[in-house]
């Protein structure tokens, strides 16, 4: 996955980095079931692997596919960018470790969670719908609000021909 | 010092692909090639996000009479969230991109900020 994600750095075809994306996708949701999200997983597989590229490709048809070189000196990036790694290395090492039964977050809410209150079997569907259902809501307003913005955008183009793009 | 490093591998690659994410981010000019930098800057934090519940023997956190360990349900709930929340933020992203290819002809950084330039020099010197 991080090869993937590097040769996707460095390649100007756009058409390949989308693809490269999508690729990208399916494999963090592999990653994903084996650290037994598999909700998550299969929204990854079908939003972010599905739908993020379907987007993408809508916006390269209407756009130029290819990335032009660029004319700034990539080491000053490259520089902010390993020394932020490198203080978030640093703040990681204070974390628990990984799978530690003893860790804040498997002792705060989350045995109450497993008790089965709702008589959902999947406890995620019981905890988004019922526990944290304000989250659901707040994430429907964004979702609106996105897609409100996407048509004020879109519907101000001159050109009647491309108007069927799908914004989403 | 090595061992400490192995337990923590997971924040290793988060962290990894989190810098990668930023500098697609920074250093390409490209619109739509920083919008894929910025969306593997969302997929690690779901990493960072789901690796921390993950219990050794664990299973997914679906209750059944023959399994006692499950995994973390909480942040597989933020995360659902925050994968759509992502994608409708790409979408706005892109239609914005699409808008500027369309004003513009470009949706290279370089060429947007030249293009500017040379026509706020157009307005304060009219003559030239």
């Given amino acids: 996955?991080?090869?993937?994600?590097?040769?996707?750095?460095?390649?100007?075809?756009?058409?390949?980095?989308?693809?490269?994306?999508?690729?990208?996708?399916?494999?963090?949701?592999?990653?994903?079931?084996?650290?037994?999200?598999?909700?998550?997983?299969?929204?990854?597989?079908?939003?972010?692997?599905?739908?993020?590229?379907?987007?993408?490709?809508?916006?390269?048809?209407?756009?130029?596919?290819?990335?032009?070189?660029?004319?700034?000196?990539?080491?000053?990036?490259?520089?902010?960018?390993?020394?932020?790694?490198?203080?978030?290395?640093?703040?990681?090492?204070?974390?628990?470790?990984?799978?530690?039964?003893?860790?804040?977050?498997?002792?705060?809410?989350?045995?109450?969670?497993?008790?089965?209150?709702?008589?959902?079997?999947?406890?995620?569907?019981?905890?988004?719908?019922?526990?944290?259902?304000?989250?659901?809501?707040?994430?429907?307003?964004?979702?609106?609000?996105?897609?409100?913005?996407?048509?004020?955008?879109l519907r101000r183009r001159k050109s009647s021909t491309e108007k069927n793009r799908d914004g989403k | 010092m090595i061992g400490e490093l192995f337990e923590h591998f997971s924040y290793l690659v988060t962290v990894f692909l989190m810098v990668t994410g930023l500098y697609i981010v920074i250093a390409r000019g490209n619109l739509i090639k920083k919008l894929v930098g910025l969306s593997i800057f969302q997929t690690s934090v779901y990493l960072l996000y789901i690796a921390p519940g993950k219990l050794l023997g664990g299973t997914a956190p679906i209750l059944a009479p023959q399994y006692g360990i499950y995994s973390n349900p909480l942040p597989h709930v933020l995360i659902l969230t925050a994968i759509v929340v992502g994608v409708a933020t790409l979408a706005l992203g892109l239609a914005l991109a699409v808008r500027i290819r369309e004003a513009y002809g470009t949706i290279e950084e370089d060429e947007i900020t030249a293009l500017d330039n040379a026509r706020q020099d157009m307005e304060r010197d009219p003559d030239r």
């Fill in chain 1, 1 to 153: 996955m991080a090869i993937t994600a590097v040769v996707l750095t460095l390649r100007r075809n756009l058409f390949a980095v989308v693809v490269l994306s999508g690729l990208y996708s399916f494999l963090m949701a592999t990653v994903l079931v084996a650290l037994d999200a598999v909700d998550v997983a299969m929204t990854e597989a079908a939003v972010g692997a599905g739908i993020s590229t379907v987007l993408l490709l809508g916006a390269l048809h209407l756009c130029k596919s290819e990335e032009s070189r660029s004319t700034r000196s990539p080491w000053l990036p490259l520089a902010l960018a390993s020394s932020v790694g490198v203080l978030l290395i640093y703040g990681a090492l204070g974390l628990p470790d990984f799978a530690d039964p003893n860790a804040p977050i498997h002792q705060h809410v989350v045995p109450r969670y497993l008790q089965n209150e709702v008589d959902v079997p999947n406890v995620v569907t019981a905890v988004l719908a019922s526990f944290r259902g304000y989250d659901t809501l707040g994430e429907t307003t964004v979702v609106f609000t996105a897609g409100a913005g996407i048509i004020a955008l």
